[in-house]
């Protein structure tokens, strides 16, 4: 006999939940993918740039991670990983960073998890206390969930175009005394914009400098957390930088978070690392060990072996590189030739990551009967009218509706791509 259950309505159960989960705001992307699953399933032709996920039709993984991941599995290696990595992979993230990015680091600073994602929760749960504040830019990713999540007072720092979409040191000084956090991410999700170096080495001195003060005072200090996710993945001519490589003297301050999965296209694979002072990094490992963010043992040992084979490395990336650039240029080409006609788009040049940011200066004008006063107005119009699928900054923390989006193109063709814009044009035009 099977009993069919019974449950009160949602917004009934919510009462009994705490305070905490009551107020928790969900994903805003997977909330517009579930209505693009639904239209596409009624058959409606759209151009997806909304997930930032890589499709492995255009974007396999590097056969040797694959077949990495194989041999390791079939080795025996499907049980419980040590809680902060494996040894073998832990040892070559050192020679890694120690090659590409020439920074030397102990053992004992690398902790590894289940993406970069935990990590920076992570740094959140470990470096915050209730009240404590964090600085950071919006539009940025999820760092206004995880700041409600650990009780931080947040100060969001609003950035626009005219900066690249970063904040700059000054705008990071008035709040440094008071500052336990200060985070910062480049190349950027959602802008794909990358930092200037000169301006990411006077924040690393500022931060530097407040802890000196600090120091003498006999105060805690602050921390600058540095999401690179996507630091191998910089277009024409940005360049990747560290703080730590511009200011060594920061390193006791500063926690890079990094994963395999932007440059090798491995997001379900899931491993993530960071490299943080090593009193840090061994509460953090407890904190993360406690809720078994842990990757999954194979993929840490063929991610090791990929990492320690730079030659292969280097001739995967450079290919998945110009997939995702072929694909950024077109949709740039595009908005920029709608421009030059005088058509209310604009666009920036591709930097970095699989990000464009792209403007629709749509706000009080009409469009298919519809009079367009927010972002997600403009959303709308554009999935219904034209079949093209993407991200307000307002899912990325920013409050101002200023017709700024995000275009992400790791899950299309570039068939896709060249069949939006007629469909674009004729809503514009119509």
């Known amino acids: 006999m099977v009993t069919a259950l019974e449950f009160p309505p949602l917004e009934v159960g919510d009462a009994g939940l705490s305070a905490l989960a009551r107020g928790v705001i969900g994903s805003e992307i997977l909330k517009i993918a579930s209505e693009i699953r639904a239209m596409k399933a009624k058959g409606a032709q759209i151009c997806n740039l909304t997930v930032g996920d890589f499709d492995p039709a255009y974007f396999p993984i590097p056969a040797e991670l694959c077949e990495g991941t194989r041999a390791a599995l079939a080795e025996g290696h499907t049980n419980y990983p040590p809680s902060d990595g494996v040894l073998v992979l832990r040892e070559a993230l050192v020679r890694f960073y120690e090659r590409e990015l020439g920074l030397k680091y ?84 959602p802008t794909g914009t ?50 730590v490589s511009l200011v060594p003297e920061i390193a006791p301050y500063a926690i890079l978070l990094d994963a395999l999965s932007k440059s090798f296209c491995a997001t379900g694979m899931r491993v993530g690392w960071g490299f943080m002072p090593p009193a840090v990094r061994r509460r953090m490992a407890d904190i993360l060990g406690h809720v078994g963010a842990w990757a999954p043992k194979a993929e840490q040992v063929a991610t090791a072996a990929l990492l320690d084979a730079p030659d292969a490395m280097h001739t995967f990336l450079s290919g998945a590189k110009a997939k995702v650039k072929e694909r950024l240029d077109a949709l740039f080409a595009g908005f920029s030739a709608m421009k030059r006609e005088g058509l209310p788009v604009d666009a920036i040049a591709p930097q970095g990551a699989i990000y464009l940011s792209a403007r629709f200066d749509w706000m009080g004008k009409t469009i298919r009967g519809r009079t367009i006063q927010t972002n997600d107005e403009i959303r709308k119009v554009l999935l219904e009218e034209a079949g093209l699928a993407v991200v307000p900054f307002q899912a990325f923390g920013l409050r101002e509706e200023n017709g700024w989006f995000r275009l992400s193109v790791g899950a299309v063709s570039m068939d896709d791509i060249q069949a939006a814009f007629p469909r674009l044009r004729a809503l514009m035009s119509g």
Request: glycine share 4%; hydrophobic share 40%.
């Open 106 to 189: 102990p053992l004992e600073s690398v902790l590894v998890a289940g993406g970069a994602r935990p990590l920076l929760y992570g740094a959140y749960r470990t470096l915050i206390d209730p009240g404590d504040v964090a600085v950071y830019p919006v539009p940025s990713w999820n760092n206004n969930h995880y700041a409600y999540l650990s009780g931080a007072r947040a100060v969001e720092i609003p950035v626009s175009a005219a900066s690249n979409f970063f904040p700059t040191a000054d705008d990071f000084r008035p709040h440094i005394s008071t500052a336990r956090l200060l985070l910062i991410n480049s190349p950027l999700n």
């Open 194 to 243: 990358v930092i200037a170096k000169d301006e990411l080495r006077r924040i690393a001195e500022l931060v530097l400098e407040e802890n000196r003060r600090r120091q003498a005072e006999n105060l805690r200090p602050v921390f600058l957390v540095y999401d690179q996710v996507y630091w191998m993945l910089t277009h024409g001519e940005a360049r990747h930088e560290t703080p």
